[in-house]
């Protein structure tokens, strides 16, 4: 039996596709769940399994070609047994449908490999490109006029993009977006090789520059830092590592204890846990906080959804869970979406301190530094001051002045800090 691995749906927004690279050549043997190719949306990387097991005989999209959702991207012979898909896994394939006559040209809207696409006489336009061409006013005769390179001749986004950059408004399109498309041909010539290496951008992080730029361009950026003494959690995590691990399976970091110490501090101060459209503030009655990762392919920030509902173990395995599976190239779109608040730890690079840029539309974003060990004057319960040494680090916000002033923020940041110093086991666990 034939089937058909079609470019999968990885989230409600994601409406296309680019494929990196194929993991199998035409002819190879492919099993269940093996990894047949990795894809880039404009969300992230992810490596995609085969639903099937099988022989790969045809590719049909290459490498570095977009397409559009439920665009046919390769065929697989199976053994004819009937082949279910595993649970939660994303739909990518489905029999060779038989093939229907060949509509006369004309106005109508046609449902093709399980997406509704437009189409204008011989011509197929799926929803993201009409929704580009609506936004950017790009009449019908205009987008007969688009050479299309996706299958079938169909225009891509890709395509209807290079056709807006010959437009007098390109200049704009490109500042707003804050990343100006130079041909490499260009650049390569003034900059020449041995001397000088010319690298395209990927699709991370052309996103991440565009999510950077756009972010500083909306919210006006106010920052704050504090010191903090966490010495307590520094004996406590040495005490229990060992055995956290043992039972766990895999190490006890400092992340849990800050994902926690923010959850508190936003049910105290809800306005840090907001966003705004318009001259209307959203707030949020749940908390998804967003974790920064270094990830081989760039920053990534997958989200922990409903922390307001873990304890501490539960908090744990899921910053476990996600780290590892960004790592991998595991994450599903929809696990980078809905965050509400962000947390960045520039100190596992052994950072003391920075200034993040806020993760729209969200209003704030919490910095950890890196702890240090150092000198510092305490205060015991009698007034008397003594030099000890503590393990420090400095925290810092930075927040969204449209609707966080610094009295606002300042506070936030001291409860996060007030959390932290005052951890006890009862309070986590």
């Known amino acids: 039996m034939q089937v058909e691995i079609v470019m ?8 296309e596709g680019k494929i990196l690279r194929w993991m199998k050549k035409p002819g190879d043997k492919i099993e269940k769940d093996e990894t047949i190719l990795e894809i880039s949306t404009d969300k992230v990387d992810s490596e995609i399994p085969s639903p099937t097991a099988g022989v790969l005989t ?9 397409v559009e959702v439920g665009t046919v991207i390769a065929l697989i012979e199976t053994d004819g047994e009937k082949t279910l898909r595993p649970s939660g896994a994303p739909s990518i394939a489905h029999e060779t449908p038989p093939v229907s006559p060949t509509p006369q040209p004309s106005t109508e809207r046609e449902l093709l490999a399980g997406q509704l696409i437009e189409r204008e006489g011989s011509r197929f336009y799926s929803p993201l490109v009409r929704s580009i061409a609506k936004r950017e006013r790009i009449s ?8 299309g390179t996706g299958v079938s001749g169909r225009v891509t986004k890709h395509d209807i993009m290079e056709f807006l950059s010959g437009r007098s408004t390109a200049p704009v399109q490109q500042i707003k977006s804050g990343v100006q498309a130079i041909p490499l041909a260009d650049l390569q010539r003034r900059y020449p090789s041995p001397r000088y290496e010319v690298r395209q951008m990927d699709n991370i992080q052309l996103r991440m520059a565009e999510h950077m730029v756009k972010s500083v361009q909306t919210s006006p950026h106010v920052g704050a830092m504090s010191e903090c003494d966490i010495t ?21 970091t400092y992340t849990p204890f800050v994902f926690l110490a923010v959850v508190k501090a936003l049910k105290e101060f809800p306005l840090i846990n907001s966003s705004i459209e318009g001259d209307k503030i959203i707030l949020k ?4 906080l967003g974790m920064a990762v270094a990830a081989p392919a760039g920053l990534i920030v997958p989200v922990i959804k409903e922390c307001e509902e873990k304890n501490f173990l539960g908090m744990a395995r899921a910053i476990n869970d ?28 052994g950072n003391i301190m920075g200034t993040p840029i806020i993760n729209q539309p969200q209003v704030a974003i919490l910095g950890v530094g890196a702890i240090k060990k150092r000198p510092v004057v305490v205060t015991d319960a009698h007034g008397g001051d ?12 930075t927040f969204d002045h449209r609707v966080i002033d610094g009295a606002l923020g300042g ?3 001291e409860r996060v800090v007030e959390n932290l110093q005052n951890f006890t086991l009862e309070n986590l666990f």
């Open 58 to 66: 045809k590719i049909i999209v290459q490498e570095q070609e977009t």
């Open 285 to 288: 009655k749940f908390i998804n």
């Open 232 to 252: 307590r959690i520094v004996e406590f995590r040495s005490a229990h590592a060992k055995r956290f691990e043992e039972r766990e399976g895999f190490k006890l």
């Open 411 to 413: 506070q936030f940041l």
């Open 386 to 397: 003594s030099i000890a040494i503590r393990s420090m680090a400095i925290l810092t916000i």
């Open 8 to 15: 999968p749906k990885m989230g409600e927004s994601i409406q």
């Open 322 to 349: 996600l780290a590892i599976r960004t790592r991998n190239k595991k994450l599903q779109p929809d696990e980078i979406q809905d965050g509400t608040f962000t947390i960045t730890n520039y100190g596992v690079f």
């Open 140 to 147: 019908e005769s205009e987008l007969e006029r688009i050479p």
